[in-house]
């Protein structure tokens, strides 16, 4: 299925990414820097594929979205995604900056508290939650729950009443509503397994409000992710608005709308989505119910911020076709093209000029997949065997979705803060790949 991100035809050419993208430039001498850092610099030292953060954007964009919502009169909390990108580095700085976070885990409620962001500020969503993550979250006393079934209200009602607290709660709603977007990252579809179904949901929140152990305080939804117009937020906040309203008309309280995230950037030639569009939005179909506002934002903070440094290994020409270019990084590290289809801009770290002329490449990595590829058919200019480059947009779902297949350790990570740069994590060594195996006796192990 086609990559709605990827509208056909329309490639940017290399100096039109380089103006997408303020926060990389390409100078005569260092070739491409990122917030100011030359990326060869940190490809020499720490070696490819190296993942690499830019603090500076990721903290613009975090208070772009936050002053967007405030401009608007909107009181509204901000909740980074996780998931996202889950590094205690980046939760660090949305602890700073005064934020909370939106998780879907244990684990990553476990992150948000190593990295310092106040459990109150903390809000959990998700589909399957285990009873041991609701025990670990409702012990911690977190900002809000997320409640997804009516199932899952029963259980959370009755781990609060158990350890004698009382969780706060908000339904998420499933609005059907089509957020025009990649298949596998839509959820707002009734076909969708996310949420509680629209006309659900005024019962389910009576009977919430009846429960030992929870505090109803209001709706959620999340339609899904790379979002680049307001039609399907309108959409499914006109759904939510409607359903406060009817539930206060049979007398019941709602205090709190959370409006999930999903806001889409400009991965190739799109329009990126405007927070100011969002907040206009928001305003527009719950601006008047006087209820406390959330949203959960993780693509569009994270995803500008972060690029995936790569180093050709070598080159395949067959006759007159398009050549494979081989690069060290691969599907195990950046998943995003082999699962959704998506396209990546592409720069080479050297320095080049406007002028210089490009061919037809197919950019692929070394897993023994067909899908292991980055791009097909892209203009660029020859990428000889140990030229270097930057896969951009790559700081949201990228370094997350690594995994070790094909005994390929996990890459480092770099942070770019105020022109210096700081290895936030080593790249993994070979040994830790089977630290946690063992090998028993009766396989003739000896280890
Ligand atoms: C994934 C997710 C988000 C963040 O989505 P983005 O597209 O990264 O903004 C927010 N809320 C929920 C419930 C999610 O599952």
């Given at each position: 299925?086609?990559?709605?991100?990827?509208?056909?035809?329309?490639?940017?050419?290399?100096?039109?990414?380089?103006?997408?993208?303020?926060?990389?430039?390409?100078?005569?001498?260092s070739?491409?820097?990122?917030?100011?850092?030359?990326?060869?610099?940190?490809?020499?030292?720490?070696?490819?594929?190296c993942?690499?953060?830019?603090?500076?954007?990721?903290?613009?964009?975090?208070?772009?979205?936050?002053?967007?919502?405030?401009?608007?009169?909107?009181?509204?909390?901000?909740?980074?995604?996780?998931?996202?990108?889950?590094?205690?580095?980046?939760?660090?700085?949305?602890?700073?900056?005064?934020?909370?976070?939106?998780?879907?885990?244990?684990?990553?409620?476990?992150?948000?508290?190593k990295?310092?962001?106040?459990?109150?500020?903390?809000?959990?969503?998700?589909?399957?939650?285990?009873?041991?993550?609701?025990?670990?979250a409702?012990?911690?006393?977190?900002g809000?729950?997320?409640?997804?079934?009516?199932?899952?209200?029963d259980?959370?009602?009755?781990i609060?009443?158990?350890?004698?607290?009382?969780?706060?709660?908000?339904?998420?709603v499933?609005?059907?509503?089509?957020?025009?977007?990649?298949?596998?990252?839509?959820?707002?579809?009734?076909?969708?397994?996310?949420?509680?179904?629209?006309?659900?949901?005024?019962?389910?929140?009576?009977?919430?409000?009846?429960?030992?152990?929870?505090?109803?305080?209001?709706?959620?939804?999340?339609?899904?992710?790379?979002?680049l117009?307001?039609?399907?937020?309108?959409?499914?906040?006109?759904?939510?608005?409607?359903?406060?309203?009817?539930?206060?008309?049979?007398?019941?309280?709602?205090?709190?709308?959370?409006?999930?995230?999903g806001?889409?950037?400009?991965?190739?030639?799109?329009?990126?989505?405007?927070?100011?569009?969002?907040?206009?939005?928001?305003?527009?179909?719950?601006?008047?119910l006087?209820?406390?506002?959330?949203?959960?934002?993780?693509?569009?903070?994270?995803?500008p911020?972060?690029?995936?440094?790569?180093?050709?290994?070598?080159?395949?020409?067959?006759?007159?076709?398009?050549?494979?270019?081989?690069?060290?990084?691969?599907?195990?590290?950046?998943?995003?093209?082999?699962?959704?289809?998506?396209?990546?801009?592409?720069?080479?770290?050297?320095?080049?000029?406007?002028?210089?002329?490009?061919?037809?490449?197919?950019?692929?990595?070394?897993v023994?997949?067909?899908?292991?590829?980055?791009?097909?058919?892209r203009?660029?200019?020859?990428?000889p065997?140990?030229?270097?480059?930057?896969?951009?947009?790559?700081?949201?779902?990228?370094?997350?979705?690594?995994?070790?297949?094909?005994?390929?350790?996990?890459?480092?990570?770099?942070?770019?803060?105020?022109?210096?740069?700081?290895?936030?994590?080593?790249?993994?060594?070979?040994?830790?790949?089977?630290?946690?195996?063992?090998?028993p006796?009766?396989?003739?192990?000896?280890m």
């Amino acid at each position: 299925m086609a990559d709605l991100s990827a509208p056909v035809g329309t490639d940017p050419t290399l100096p039109e990414l380089l103006r997408t993208h303020p926060q990389l430039s390409m100078t005569p001498t260092s070739g491409l820097t990122f917030e100011g850092v030359a990326l060869n610099a940190i490809a020499d030292a720490v070696g490819t594929p190296c993942w690499v953060m830019g603090a500076g954007t990721f903290k613009r964009r975090l208070r772009r979205m936050d002053q967007a919502m405030r401009e608007a009169g909107l009181d509204v909390s901000l909740h980074y995604a996780v998931k996202a990108n889950d590094h205690l580095a980046v939760l660090s700085l949305v602890g700073r900056e005064g934020h909370g976070a939106d998780i879907v885990s244990g684990g990553e409620l476990a992150r948000t508290q190593k990295a310092g962001i106040p459990a109150g500020r903390v809000v959990f969503s998700g589909v399957g939650k285990t009873d041991a993550e609701l025990e670990q979250a409702i012990g911690l006393d977190i900002g809000q729950i997320n409640v997804e079934s009516a199932e899952e209200l029963d259980i959370i009602s009755a781990i609060a009443s158990r350890l004698g607290r009382t969780a706060r709660v908000t339904l998420r709603v499933n609005p059907d509503v089509d957020a025009k977007t990649h298949a596998k990252i839509t959820t707002g579809l009734a076909a969708n397994k996310f949420g509680i179904p629209f006309d659900d949901a005024a019962a389910l929140y009576a009977r919430a409000a009846s429960l030992p152990g929870i505090e109803a305080r209001g709706f959620a939804t999340h339609i899904g992710s790379q979002i680049l117009s307001t039609g399907p937020y309108r959409a499914a906040y006109a759904r939510v608005a409607e359903l406060v309203r009817s539930v206060r008309a049979s007398g019941q309280t709602v205090s709190h709308v959370d409006c999930g995230g999903g806001l889409g950037i400009a991965y190739r030639a799109e329009a990126e989505g405007q927070p100011e569009a969002l907040a206009a939005s928001i305003r527009a179909e719950l601006g008047d119910l006087g209820v406390k506002l959330a949203i959960e934002p993780g693509r569009w903070l994270a995803g500008p911020s972060g690029v995936l440094l790569s180093t050709v290994i070598l080159r395949k020409e067959y006759g007159m076709q398009t050549p494979f270019v081989v690069t060290d990084a691969a599907m195990n590290d950046l998943l995003r093209p082999s699962m959704y289809d998506a396209w990546h801009g592409i720069v080479p770290l050297a320095p080049h000029s406007p002028g210089q002329p490009c061919a037809p490449t197919h950019v692929v990595g070394p897993v023994c997949e067909s899908g292991d590829s980055f791009a097909r058919d892209r203009d660029l200019p020859p990428l000889p065997r140990g030229a270097r480059i930057a896969i951009l947009d790559a700081g949201a779902y990228g370094a997350v979705m690594s995994s070790t297949y094909n005994s390929r350790p996990l890459a480092a990570e770099v942070l770019v803060e105020d022109g210096e740069w700081t290895v936030i994590r080593r790249r993994q060594a070979m040994e830790e790949l089977w630290q946690d195996e063992t090998v028993p006796a009766f396989t003739g192990g000896t280890m």
